[in-house]
């Protein structure tokens, strides 16, 4: 299997709205994309499939030392030997990895954030920096581009969190700010129940519209960024942008049921709106 082809069906088998995104880019740009968004899927999957943490700790690091390696010449993972031909094309750097690395760092040194200034430093290492790479990748002209991408992503990454409250309670991670849950007086222990009428009540679905309002901001903030010269480039992700944003809107229409299940998109409903964003121009 080549290195392309190893990206390729990893991009494809992870399901993700990014994906859809992908094929309305040029061949290069794709490439590109597909190869840095397995690079995320790879240190992510450390995160989350790996049971002990010394383990998956020791999988970072040892993810650090191939990205050093790939950018001094040595790649031997066929993500990175994939990624490595596009990084000087779309100014992608060593850093720009690094710093998704210590993402994924943050969930295993860290399962709850004080408040959202802590959690949105989370998110702009797991999400804002996968926006300003993939606005490079896209075309990016304009410096403003990069602000829009880096609140676009904080505010897929939010939509996320929204979306999986329960499973990842279940997992031992709570993402809602201490001080937010505190503030509406929802117990930790109350997310991880999963039957009316204990997890669900007045307390948690004005929580949860606490936190959907300030998404659908933070969307608004995004797009309101975004400089006209770049809004045809950064068309992929207008996309999943609008992907999310439907994404977030179904969990609210389902008065936020997110405890005891996971509330997606069907496939084909996704590609819908990454056409009809195509066809609309953004």
């Known amino acids: 299997m080549t290195p392309e082809q190893y990206v390729q069906d990893k991009a494809a088998a992870s399901g993700s709205s990014f994906y859809y995104a992908f094929l309305f880019l040029s061949s290069p740009r794709r490439a590109a994309i597909t190869a840095f968004y397995a690079f995320c899927r790879e240190v992510d999957d450390v995160v989350d499939e790996v049971t002990d943490p010394s383990v998956a700790a020791a999988k970072l690091a040892w993810w650090r030392g191939e990205v050093a390696a790939a950018f001094g010449g040595r790649p031997s993972h066929p993500t990175m030997n994939a990624l490595m031909p596009h990084v000087a094309d779309y100014s992608i750097t060593a850093a720009h990895l690094d710093a998704v690395i210590d993402g994924c760092q943050m969930d295993l040194d860290q399962t709850r954030y004080l408040d959202f200034p802590a959690l949105a430093q989370y998110c702009h290492r797991v999400a804002g920096i996968v926006g300003e790479v993939t606005a490079?990748?896209?075309?990016?002209?304009?410096?403003?581009?990069?602000?829009?991408?880096?609140?676009?992503?904080?505010?897929?990454?939010?939509?996320?969190?929204?979306?999986?409250?329960?499973?990842?309670?279940?997992?031992?991670?709570i993402y809602l700010p201490i001080a937010e849950l505190q503030r509406f007086d929802v117990k930790a222990h109350e997310l991880l129940r999963t039957s009316a009428p204990y997890a669900y009540?007045?307390?948690?679905?004005?929580?949860?519209?606490?936190?959907?309002?300030?998404?659908?901001?933070c969307y608004d903030e995004a797009l309101a960024l975004l400089p006209a010269a770049d809004r045809r480039s950064q068309k992929p992700g207008l996309m999943m942008a609008h992907i999310y944003r439907t994404l977030l809107r179904e969990i609210e229409a389902s008065g936020f049921q997110v405890l005891h299940q996971r509330i997606a998109l069907t496939p084909l409903r996704k590609l819908w709106i990454a056409m009809r964003t195509n066809w609309r121009g953004g």
């Not at 075309?139 to 990842?168: C, F, K, P, S």
């Open 201 to 217: 009540g007045e307390r948690f679905d004005a929580l949860m519209h606490f936190q959907a309002e300030r998404v659908h901001a």
């Open 136 to 173: 490079n990748i896209c075309g990016r002209t304009e410096e403003a581009t990069v602000a829009y991408a880096h609140r676009l992503g904080l505010a897929m990454q939010l939509t996320n969190i929204i979306r999986d409250v329960g499973d990842d309670a279940r997992r031992g991670r």
